[in-house]
């Protein structure tokens, strides 16, 4: 090794190999001597062909790795996806990715490196969802490279692992009265009940419930317009009377043009309402509600009071109605009555056929 005296050059046995970073592209191969000073004059030679436009050297190639594909990917997402996204992509990039990936051409990666990768997860006890997270990071990386014309179209696809679907939790309709009342009991701050509130109220999603603004809501009307929505499409969600009240009880317009400033004046964090939807749920035993299972509530509340699911659709904000029925989570109670509901039709409810 002799990158300390000479940067991109690393000797392999005999012979001298360089790896050099010029204009943002990265160009690696032989020099085909094991002579140091032959290999510096051939890289220096190399760089003044690169600036030159001439690139005539044989066996010299453009390589773009994994890392840079990463790179270029978190440049043109940073302003259009998600903090939450952005920290999720670059956590499965910095302890899954990097190390074993990331130095590597992405016109070189192959299904066995998915697999190590699947594998080496697995053995480090990770689940099968974080497990599918992680390659579904690495599918996104390929797909995206493909697109900016990086590589040609692999002829594999990543691979996900095989997970059974569980009933994911929810607030019980019979729940929600003493969900809110166990908020109101932890919470010190009266945001966090009103935010807990309009999230079970409207179905916003997190991000659209902390960048709440005053000029959005329509007290007389009783509706509120999601202006900044994830599909780019601003939606008009009716106002539950229940929900105005709660609404204004927060300081009006003229201290701030957010409904739920902090004290900086800025929206709060999206991990704002974590600790006491935790707490809360750990005492009723809930199971892990989230901030966007009560969105999913919200879905399955109305979808349980026989809204159609056109409906929920629209103000959910989903384009794809298939999307929508993911959230839509029926409790085992509501089948229990559907189910008993079909027998008394059917005559079955009394007989030897119970």
């Known amino acids: 090794m002799a990158q ?9 046995g005999d012979t001298w190999h360089y790896d050099i970073l010029i204009d943002g592209e990265r160009y690696r191969g032989s020099t085909k001597t ?5 290999a510096t004059l051939f890289v220096n030679q190399l ?9 005539a050297l044989a066996g010299t190639q453009k390589t773009v790795l994994l890392e840079d594909i990463f790179m270029e990917f978190m440049t043109a997402k940073k302003i259009s996806a998600s903090p939450l996204y952005i920290t999720s992509m670059t956590a499965h990039w910095l302890v899954w990715l990097q190390d074993r990936l990331g130095k590597m051409s992405i016109e070189k990666i192959h299904p066995t490196h998915v697999d190590e990768l ?8 990770r689940s099968k969802v974080f497990t599918n997270n992680v390659l579904t990071t690495l599918r996104t990386l390929l797909n995206f490279a493909v697109k900016r014309g990086k590589m040609r179209k692999k002829g594999f696809t990543v691979e996900l692992l095989r997970v059974q679907k ?24 009266p945001q966090v009940r009103v935010m807990i509130r309009t999230m079970l109220g409207l179905g916003c999603r997190p991000s659209e419930v902390l960048g709440m603004r005053w000029e959005w809501l329509d007290i007389q009307g009783q509706t509120y317009t999601v202006g900044k929505a994830k599909g780019k499409e601003a939606r008009v969600l009716p106002v539950p009377t229940w929900l105005m009240g709660a609404l204004l009880s927060m300081p009006k317009p003229l201290i701030s043009e957010w409904v739920f400033p902090a004290r900086n004046g800025k929206p709060h964090c999206p991990g704002f309402l974590r600790k006491p939807l935790m707490a809360a749920a750990e005492k009723l035993k809930l199971g892990n509600v989230t901030q966007h299972r009560l969105r999913a509530t919200f879905a399955s509340l109305h979808a349980e009071a026989g809204t159609p699911v056109t409906e929920i659709q629209g103000m959910l904000g989903h384009k ?5 029925m993911i959230y839509v989570e029926t409790s085992l109670d509501a089948k229990r009555r559907a189910q008993d ?4 039709k059917l005559g079955l409810v009394s007989g030897g056929l119970q």
Do not use: C, H, Y
Request: net charge positive; aromatic share 2%.
């Open 4 to 12: 300390g005296r000479t940067p991109g050059l690393t000797k392999r």
């Open 34 to 38: 094991s002579d140091l000073k032959t």
């Open 47 to 55: 760089r003044l062909d690169v600036a030159r436009g001439k690139l």
């Open 118 to 125: 699947r594998n080496a997860l697995l053995g480090a006890g």
């Open 166 to 189: 569980k009933p994911r939790p929810t607030v019980p309709a019979e729940k929600v009265q003493e969900f809110l009342g166990v908020i109101d009991s932890i919470a010190a701050n």
């Open 320 to 324: 794809n109605i298939a999307t929508t």
């Open 341 to 344: 509901a079909l027998s008394l």
